[in-house]
């Protein structure tokens, strides 16, 4: 008896945790998809290079799908964000900092897609890699290989 009801708190406690990792790896993409698309609307011109930048960012990040990585862009667009320690401490708690300045780099790249870096879209980013804790160092090479990468 007593092993019975071992095991059915085992099979809880491990249904549990699945659907926490699940439910922190949702967060995740959604933290990333929405400081994205925040980056998209900084210069309030949005473009058709960002949009595609964006996705290309959260699939090279997730591995998703495009159709997944723009619906989960879509999702993002919905949420109405009055403070950026939501997502900054989602990222910071589920990534690590490699992973961090390679979502700074995809920032930048967003930023470039249009080939003109406005001066908001520079404050922003340099300001969520202060929230993520990414070193000016790290997030001024994550611009250049961005600026690079998009020039070339």
Not at 17 to 42: G, K, N, P, T, Y
Request: contains cysteine.
């Amino acid at each position: 008896m007593f092993i019975a009801l071992k095991n059915l708190i085992a099979e809880i406690s491990g249904g549990e945790a699945a659907a926490s990792a699940i439910s922190e790896q949702q967060q995740l993409r959604m933290a990333v998809a929405v400081l994205l698309h925040e980056m998209m609307r900084v210069d309030s011109k949005r473009g058709v290079e960002e949009t595609q930048t964006a996705i290309a960012g959260l699939v090279g990040m997730f591995g998703l799908p495009d159709l997944e990585a723009k619906a989960l862009l879509d999702e993002a667009a919905s949420q109405r964000l009055t403070s950026y320690f939501n997502p900054a401490s989602t990222i910071k708690r589920l990534l690590s900092l490699e992973q961090r300045s390679i979502l700074v780099e995809n920032l930048w790249r967003v930023a470039f897609s249009d080939a003109e870096l406005d001066v908001y879209e520079d404050q922003f980013v340099r300001k969520i890699a202060d929230l993520l804790y990414v070193p000016n160092t790290e997030c001024m090479l994550a611009r250049q290989r961005a600026k690079n990468a998009v020039t070339t």
